[in-house]
């Protein structure tokens, strides 16, 4: 019999990547959404939050983590979108409660030889194997996500499973083209091969995971979920957008808001805030403007408030913007539900 504890005799935990960019970007993102991990020695694989009491945080490989989070040892996970759908299994227990946290983008993709002139695309894919006189043999990480994505398009072919290099596998003749993670694709060209451009199985970024027994049976986990996933969609929407603050001359506030809401650039995220500016000249009608804007519509928006009088426009970087009520805990709360 096992002397681990239980989930609710224990903290709550939180596996994170142990190395690598992708581990280096989980610990920078989450200082960014105001969470601060602390590690006594950097040689540990065990850190807290000091935000969030009760909650330990521990260091694994990607295929770890989703392992740990799917039988229960870790509650929650941070990995690859990739690593979570091919090894999350059948058994229902890992709910992805976040999948774009922002960082670790890449795609899994159908790589082919440059020399394969007759295949531009995946529909080609069938007839070159019976050129061949057999089924194409593809090397991959990924046999769950590249067999259902394959079985999809009806093409037959030979799945080999490896561990190591798969760019050098078509060369040397122990596959005929390769299903890999692709970022910038210079890894492809330098290995002479091709990306076929709808041979795309899965975009991928970093997510969040839960146990979905531990968020059934524990409060605890709850409670914590419900906080990483306030200041990861807080933090996430206010890096979307930014503050912009200007002077306008007007009759009132209404006057200025009816201006306002006739370009929804600058509605604001409910409305515009408006309140008086005292200056000298009291009969002057100044009063400061301050809307939440979009930060890919930020040009758009200082020349909207130009339009309609604005001036002296001021531009803040928002950090968190928080909601009523996050949408990706409102869902969890609903996949737990339902599958209790």
């Known amino acids: 019999m096992s002397n681990l504890p239980s989930p609710s005799q224990r903290n709550v935990r939180l596996s994170l990547p142990s190395k690598g960019v992708l581990s280096e970007s989980a610990v920078a993102f989450l200082q960014e959404c105001g969470l601060t991990i602390h590690k006594p020695n950097p040689r540990q694989y065990q ?4 935000e969030i009491p009760g909650l330990d945080i521990f260091f694994q490989r990607p295929i770890d983590i989703v392992n ?3 039988d229960g040892s870790m509650d929650f996970g941070i990995s690859g979108l990739d690593v979570i759908e091919e090894f999350k299994g059948d058994e229902n ?7 774009a946290l922002g960082f670790g983008g890449c795609r899994l993709q159908l790589a082919v030889p440059e020399g394969w002139e007759d295949v531009p695309s995946t529909v080609e894919l069938s007839g070159k194997a019976v ?25 037959e072919a030979d799945l080999i499973t490896t561990e190591g290099t798969l760019e050098t596998a078509p060369a040397i003749g122990y596959a005929d083209m390769i299903s890999d993670l692709v970022s910038s694709g210079q890894t492809l060209k330098d290995n002479r091969l091709r990306a076929l451009p709808d041979g795309i199985i899965l975009r991928s970024q970093a997510s969040l995971i839960g146990n979905i027994t531990a968020l059934q049976k524990n409060p605890e986990a709850q409670r914590v979920a419900r906080i990483l996933l306030e200041y990861i969609e807080a933090n996430l929407r206010g890096k979307d957008n930014v503050s912009v603050f200007a002077n306008m001359r007007g009759e009132s506030p209404e006057a200025i808001a009816r201006k306002l809401f006739e370009n929804d650039v600058i509605n604001g995220l409910q409305g515009p805030t408006i309140s008086p500016v ?4 009291s009969s002057s009608g100044w009063f400061a ?9 930020l040009f758009q928006a200082v020349n909207a408030l130009r339009e309609v009088g ?15 009520e996050p949408p990706r805990y409102t869902a969890m709360i609903k996949a737990i539900q339902k599958e209790n």
């Open 47 to 50: 850190a807290t939050i000091r």
């Open 68 to 70: 740990a989070v799917r």
């Open 93 to 99: 227990q890992v709910l992805i409660l976040h999948d």
């Open 131 to 155: 050129r061949l006189g057999r089924p194409l043999r593809i090397v991959t990480k990924f046999p769950t996500l590249t067999g259902r994505f394959l079985a999809s398009l009806r093409i």
């Open 278 to 281: 005292f200056v000298e000249d």
């Open 289 to 297: 403007v301050n809307v939440v804007v979009r930060r890919t519509e």
């Open 310 to 324: 604005g001036s002296g426009v001021v531009v803040l970087p928002v950090m968190f913007i928080f909601e009523e």
